[in-house]
């Protein structure tokens, strides 16, 4: 069973970083692919950024040049450094895993961006 343990949320000030960190345990298998998504008030999940273990990435439009997502194969950990961050940003951060046709989530982690 894959389990997803997240760290690194917290309040940071316009303009401030954050780095976000997603350890996965367990069955992780290769042609994965490590994504992060986030969550704001009444607002649907939306994907931030993915990271496929063939060396691809993508991201939303809206954190492009700002967030970058990168990854640790031998620790099975994926990050997303996040600079300039601005309110908009504020949203529960979550983690995602997707090995061999199944999604794994990970708990949230809470990042605010508030002066």
């Known amino acids: 069973q894959v389990q997803l343990v997240e760290s690194g949320g917290g309040l940071v000030q316009p303009g401030g970083s954050l780095r976000l960190s997603c350890a996965a345990s367990g069955g992780i298998f290769s042609g994965n692919i490590m994504a992060w998504y986030r969550q704001a008030p009444g607002k649907q999940r939306e994907l931030v950024a993915g990271s496929s273990s063939g060396g691809s990435t993508n991201y939303a439009d809206s954190v492009k040049g700002r967030f970058t997502i990168s990854r640790d194969k031998a620790k099975n950990t994926v990050y997303l450094q996040m600079n300039s961050l601005k309110p908009e940003d504020t949203a529960v951060y979550y983690c995602?895993?997707?090995?061999?046709?199944?999604?794994?989530w990970g708990q949230g982690t809470q990042v605010t961006v508030s002066s």
């Open positions: 995602k895993v997707r090995t061999r046709g199944t999604d794994y």
